[in-house]
């Protein structure tokens, strides 16, 4: 697939390029290299991964659901805030295709008509079951 056509695949390495440019400019590292880092972008791209809207989803910012803890959700703004200037010059067609994916206000899925049973969008993505879990 081609990061023309695959919004999943566009979306993770968008992802990848903005804390790889966090990561070089604020510890002189590589993500590899670096373990918080690292671990951040193992983090979002697990919960891009387990996207319940796949293909038709908003950006994380405009969705009705949150998948990102807390404290991962501040240090993911804080990555965006400082990266997104700086793609439009290191990943110019990322960023086009970034601020075309950013105007859909709603995820397109049927995932929110069944939900909508119960009112409550609040819920956290399903992530992988860990080991000893049902």
């Not at 910012?61 to 404290?71: L, R, S």
């Not at 105007?103 to 819920?123: A, F, G, Q, V």
């Amino acid at each position: 697939m081609s990061i023309f056509t695959n919004r999943m695949e566009r979306e993770a390495k968008t992802v990848k390029a903005m804390i790889g440019i966090y990561c070089r400019n604020h510890h002189s590292l590589k993500v590899e290299d670096c373990d918080e880092c690292l671990e951040l972008q193992n983090y979002a791209l697990d919960r891009l991964h387990h996207c319940p809207f796949h293909e038709g989803k908003t950006s994380c910012k405009n969705c009705p659901i949150h998948c990102y803890k807390p404290g991962i959700k501040e240090d993911i703004r804080q990555v965006m805030r400082y990266s997104g200037p700086r793609m439009l010059l290191r990943h110019p067609i990322l960023t086009v295709f970034h601020f075309i994916d950013d105007r859909r206000k709603e995820p397109l899925s049927d995932y929110l008509n069944e939900k909508n049973d119960t009112d409550d969008l609040s819920i956290e993505c399903k992530g992988p079951i860990e080991q000893g879990e049902t």
